[in-house]
T-cell receptor, first 115, second 113 residues
Framework: EAQVTQNPRYLITVTGKKLTVTCSQNMNHEYMSWYRQDPGLGLRQIYY???????DKGDVPEGYKVSRKEKRNFPLILESPSPNQTSLYFC??????????????FGEGSRLTVL | AQSVTQLDSQVPVFEEAPVELRCNYSSSVSVYLFWYVQYPNQGLQLLLK??????LVKGINGFEAEFNKSQTSFHLRKPSVHISDTAEYFC???????????FGPGTRLSVLP
């Protein structure tokens, strides 16, 4: 089954404790992206990656890091989480390039609470 | 830079009534337009998209949307809603296929019995 898998789905942590949210897709997609969803703000892009070893900042990259060492994986790293990073996080992927229909495929989300 | 406006944050409607969810965008270049739906506790899934061609596009679950370039709008419609349509709906634009999506703030559709 084609899917984007995020882990963990739920996490409560404390300020300053490094954490990683993993994202994996099995569709051989070149493009992957992270979003955060906050009430009234919709989804805002944190980082995106056009392909392996190629990453770029989105609209709200502060406090986050990403890496793309393999095509299927795109982890989101919070080196020193703060309470303002409490949010619902979504990973998404897309085929990219001329073959792309423009559709983003989303994971089920990771709800993060930073105390 | 692109931006997306969804003027209605919440839309309550009775079952079997028609509904229109509004979406306006701003962009200095041609864009591609999408509507995504998010059911409770789930990720987003594609409802429909406009890439080119006919300005009236049909999506899943009986939804359709019309691209109006002069009014920079892409309103979503359904002639008769069901309880199962209760969800949050996001309009999104991108100027390059599958990249740098900009999402609107979302409209929460509540279908009442």
């Amino acid at each position: 089954e084609a899917q984007v898998t995020q882990n963990p789905r739920y996490l409560i942590t404390v300020t300053g404790k490094k954490l990683t949210v993993t994202c994996s897709q099995n569709m051989n997609h070149e493009y992957m992206s992270w979003y955060r969803q906050d009430p009234g703000l919709g989804l805002r892009q944190i980082y995106y990656s056009m392909n392996v070893e190629v990453t770029d900042k989105g609209d709200v990259p502060e406090g986050y890091k990403v890496s793309r060492k393999e095509k299927r994986n795109f982890p989101l790293i919070l080196e020193s989480p703060s309470p303002n990073q409490t949010s619902l996080y979504f990973c998404a992927s897309s085929l990219s390039g001329i073959k792309d229909t423009g559709e983003l495929f989303f994971g089920e989300g990771s709800r993060l609470t930073v105390l | 830079a692109q931006s997306v406006t969804q003027l209605d944050s919440q839309v309550p409607v009775f079952e079997e009534a028609p509904v229109e969810l509004r979406c306006n965008y701003s962009s200095s270049v041609s864009v591609y337009l999408f509507w995504y739906v998010q059911y409770p506790n789930q990720g987003l899934q594609l409802l429909l998209k406009y890439l080119s061609g006919s300005t009236l596009v049909k999506g899943i679950n009986g939804f359709e949307a019309e691209f109006n370039k002069s009014q920079t709008s892409f309103h979503l419609r359904k002639p008769s809603v069901h309880i199962s349509d209760t969800a949050e709906y996001f309009c999104a634009v991108t100027k390059d296929y599958g990249q740098n999506f900009v999402f609107g703030p979302g409209t929460r559709l509540s279908v009442l019995p």
